[in-house]
T-cell receptor, first 115, second 112 residues
Framework: DTGVSQDPRHKITKRGQNVTFRCDPISEHNRLYWYRQTLGQGPEFLTYFQNEAQLEKSRLLSDRFSAERPKGSFSTLEIQRTEQGDSAMYLC?????????????FGPGTRLTVL | AQSVTQPDIHITVSEGASLELRCNYSYGATPYLFWYVQSPGQGLQLLLKYFSGDTLVQGIKGFEAEFKRSQSSFNLRKPSVHWSDAAEYFCAVSSNAGKSTFGDGTTLTVKP
């Protein structure tokens, strides 16, 4: 396994611009998660997919955020009209659900800075 | 709702000394529990996990953790800390639905 990869690793943007992040999960993992982490905090759940279906979205995920996983493989997270409060590390994790157990493996994250 | 408390924001230990990082969780059913480590600017690496069975679980890098249902705790331990263990440590709880709830982390500093 090559692990979970995320692109880009860093993104600097101006307020009001749109940004899109990509996550490639571990091959054959059927679940994919997005989390957001701000300085001094633990990761906060945003949303997750099982295959291509988006099964849950956090209330943290405002209308400006949208995530897709069109073919059940890679996923994208788009933030429209970015705000300074969106500055954070965006983490992706994937897992292979087996019965009732689910171990998430994290990527290196995308650090977003909104100026 | 599930929640995790890591009471110690920052811990400093001397190299070679033993380590215990505390984690308390709140969850209505049998929890799935995890410890992750994060180096600055990096993602999270899984150290160990508890799903069921033996309450003492072994992980990578010489870490272990003990699940105590009566105390709602899942403390992480290491008998002898190395300078390379300096990092931030996160405890997490999840249901079988998969979504994880994390604590705010404990930063470990290792003194030479």
């Amino acid at each position: 396994d090559t692990g979970v990869s995320q692109d880009p690793r860093h993104k600097i943007t101006k307020r009001g611009q749109n940004v899109t992040f990509r996550c490639d999960p571990i091959s054959e993992h059927n679940r994919l998660y997005w989390y957001r982490q701000t300085l001094g905090q633990g990761p906060e759940f945003l949303t997750y997919f099982q295959n291509e279906a988006q099964l849950e979205k956090s209330r943290l995920l405002s209308d400006r955020f949208s995530a897709e996983r069109p073919k059940g493989s890679f996923s994208t997270l788009e933030i429209q009209r970015t705000e300074q409060g969106d500055s954070a590390m965006y983490l992706c994790a994937s897992s292979l659900i087996l019965g009732s157990t689910d171990t998430q493996y994290f990527g290196p994250g995308t650090r977003l800075t909104v100026l | 709702a599930q929640s995790v408390t890591q009471p110690d924001i920052h811990i400093t230990v001397s190299e070679g000394a033993s380590l215990e990082l505390r984690c308390n969780y709140s969850y209505g059913a049998t929890p799935y529990l995890f410890w992750y480590v994060q180096s600055p600017g990096q993602g999270l690496q899984l150290l160990l996990k508890y799903f069921s069975g033996d309450t003492l679980v072994q992980g990578i890098k010489g870490f272990e953790a003990e699940f105590k249902r009566s105390q709602s705790s899942f403390n992480l331990r290491k008998p002898s800390v190395h300078w390379s263990d300096a990092a931030e440590y996160f405890c997490a709880v999840s249901s079988n639905a998969g979504k994880s709830t994390f604590g705010d982390g404990t930063t470990l500093t290792v003194k030479p």
